[in-house]
């Protein structure tokens, strides 16, 4: 796997991003008899444009000595098809969300709050590629929802909380720019003017039950049951590469202890065959494992903490295949990595049994912090944090190339803080091992990793007022 660190390819300008935004929020509270009363009102508004050379690199019409080792390259780094640039616009983004929550305000033993939410956004998505030109789509969502919930405290030990919750959402997609007289242009090729209009909704009901036990103040016991909700989706970028928008339905999410299933549960299938996204669902998506945390007071000094989890996934749905690598039957190419998947045609991959894509099978994590006393007002200390990922599929399919194990990143801190004035000065490393983890892939045209941020050395200030 290769990955060409600055990314400036030969047609992106260093792959340049600007977004601005701006927004206000307003939070109200009002106290009532034995009750408190919430609102919460938000608006916000965005626009901004990312260009990326997503090949990363430079495909060569005519052979050169690119790498300086005295070997004319025809594609420069690796096999590299065609140039893939892409832009992408995001215009008038507009978001309004409300919620308001009546809860008690008791020391009863029972406790119980009720609420609705709503949001309402829109926007507008330009992408621009170097095949079909510019294509225009508009996405509007809305969202509702009415919920309750209650806990119980049976003893000075065990609590039970049980809720409730009916969320609606609905979704619409139009292929092209929608301006405020509702007037839709289409941009780019003529064939995307055929394409109906999408609008999916739905409604669910999603609940939960759980109890807490205290062992000791400083152990508990839990359980959950529960039934989740999350809303269809509309994926619309394929339409400026002259494809078909995709829809997800919605899924459903069944959890217990250490255990959940998923049902239809949606996927980006991104990649592949070509440079676009579809939306899929699999019949279920399965996932089991535990979580601990610890913390360690060694001394007046030192603090150690540590995380581990373990987290089996597996998508069940004996029919599901996708594209791998640059397999596309049209052109007869089967891809270029490794596939263990079975492949029925030769081309498609099935992922029946896969794990889901970025979900690390391990986690661990550790901190360490010693503090020297500085006078009566400050301290001097040490921080160092560490994060360990375990074996991780970047897509749907299973192969050598898109599947990392064993990756890691350590930080570093010096500083002073000072409580009595409220400010803080540190020295701060990231990823001082620097290490380069590959986080993300682009598979469609040849095998390019995106990898971490290098090491980075540097000066934190902080001070707070209150």
């Known amino acids: 796997m290769y990955y060409d660190g600055d990314l400036d390819g030969n047609g992106a300008d260093n792959n340049p991003q600007s977004y601005e935004n701006y927004g206000a929020s307003l939070k109200l509270e009002f106290g009532l008899d034995n009750m408190s009363l919430t609102s919460i009102t938000a608006y916000e508004q965005a626009e901004g444009s990312s260009l990326g050379d997503i090949d990363g690199g430079v495909v060569l019409s005519e052979a050169a000595d690119v790498n300086g080792d005295g070997t004319p390259e025809t594609t420069f780094p690796?096999?590299?098809?065609?140039?893939?640039?892409?832009?992408?616009?995001?215009?008038?983004?507009?978001?309004?969300?409300?919620?308001?929550?009546?809860?008690?305000?008791?020391?009863?033993?029972?406790?119980?709050?009720?609420?609705?939410?709503?949001?309402?956004?829109?926007?507008?998505?330009?992408?621009?590629?170097?095949?079909f030109g510019a294509t225009t789509v508009f996405h509007e969502n809305t969202t509702w929802a009415v919920f309750g919930q209650s806990s119980y405290e049976v003893n000075d030990k065990l609590n039970i909380t049980g809720g409730l919750r009916y969320t609606h959402d609905d979704k619409t997609l139009i292929v092209g720019d929608q301006n405020v007289d509702g007037f839709a242009l289409v941009i780019g090729a003529a064939s995307v003017q055929d394409y109906e209009d999408i609008n999916v909704d739905d409604g669910q009901i999603s609940w939960e039950l759980s109890a807490n036990y205290k062992l000791n103040p400083d152990t508990s016991l839990f359980a959950r049951l529960a039934n989740g909700f999350r809303a269809q989706t509309i994926q619309g970028r394929d339409v400026a590469f002259e494809g078909a928008p995709s829809v997800a339905d919605a899924e459903t999410i069944n959890s217990a202890v250490f255990y959940y299933q998923i049902d239809d549960i949606q996927f980006s299938a991104i990649?592949?065959?070509?440079?676009?996204?579809?939306?899929?669902?699999?019949?279920?998506?399965?996932?089991?494992?535990?979580?601990?945390?610890?913390?360690?007071?060694?001394?007046?000094?030192?603090?150690?903490?540590?995380?581990?989890?373990?987290?089996?996934?597996?998508?069940?749905?004996?029919?599901?295949?996708?594209?791998?690598?640059?397999?596309?039957?049209?052109?007869?190419?089967?891809?270029?990595?490794?596939?263990?998947?079975?492949?029925?045609?030769?081309?498609?991959?099935?992922?029946?049994?896969?794990?889901?894509?970025?979900a690390p099978e391990t986690i661990f994590t550790f901190t360490a912090r010693y503090t020297t006393p500085v006078g009566d007002e400050g301290e001097l200390?040490?921080?160092?944090?560490?994060?360990?990922?375990?074996?991780?599929?970047?897509?749907?399919?299973?192969?050598?190339?898109?599947?990392?194990?064993?990756?890691?990143?350590?930080?570093?801190?010096?500083?002073?803080?000072?409580?009595?004035?409220?400010?803080?000065?540190?020295?701060?490393?990231?990823?001082?091992?620097?290490?380069?983890?590959?986080?993300?892939?682009?598979?469609?045209?040849?095998?390019?990793?995106i990898v971490n941020q290098p090491r980075i050395i540097g000066v934190e200030a902080k001070i707070s007022f209150y």
């Not at 929550?101 to 609705?116: E, F, H, N, P």
């Not at 690598?325 to 896969?354: E, L, M």
């Open 78 to 131: 690796g096999f590299i098809p065609f140039d893939a640039v892409t832009q992408d616009n995001l215009d008038d983004l507009e978001q309004f969300t409300q919620e308001i929550r009546l809860a008690s305000d008791t020391k009863d033993a029972m406790s119980w709050q009720v609420g609705a939410f709503y949001n309402d956004s829109s926007f507008n998505v330009t992408s621009i590629d170097g095949f």
């Open 271 to 358: 990649g592949g065959g070509a440079n676009n996204t579809a939306l899929v669902n699999a019949d279920k998506g399965v996932g089991y494992g535990f979580e601990i945390d610890a913390q360690h007071l060694v001394n007046d000094y030192l603090t150690l903490t540590a995380g581990y989890s373990y987290n089996n996934t597996e998508i069940q749905d004996d029919i599901l295949t996708v594209l791998p690598c640059g397999a596309n039957p049209d052109f007869g190419a089967t891809g270029n990595c490794t596939v263990f998947d079975p492949r029925p045609d030769g081309f498609r991959a099935s992922i029946d049994g896969n794990p889901f894509p970025q």
């Open 381 to 449: 200390f040490v921080f160092t944090d560490w994060a360990f990922q375990g074996e991780t599929s970047l897509f749907l399919y299973d192969s050598t190339e898109f599947t990392t194990d064993g990756n890691y990143e350590g930080g570093l801190g010096i500083g002073y803080e000072n409580y009595e004035d409220n400010y803080s000065i540190a020295l701060f490393g990231r990823n001082i091992t620097d290490e380069e983890n590959v986080k993300g892939a682009v598979d469609f045209n040849n095998l390019t990793g």
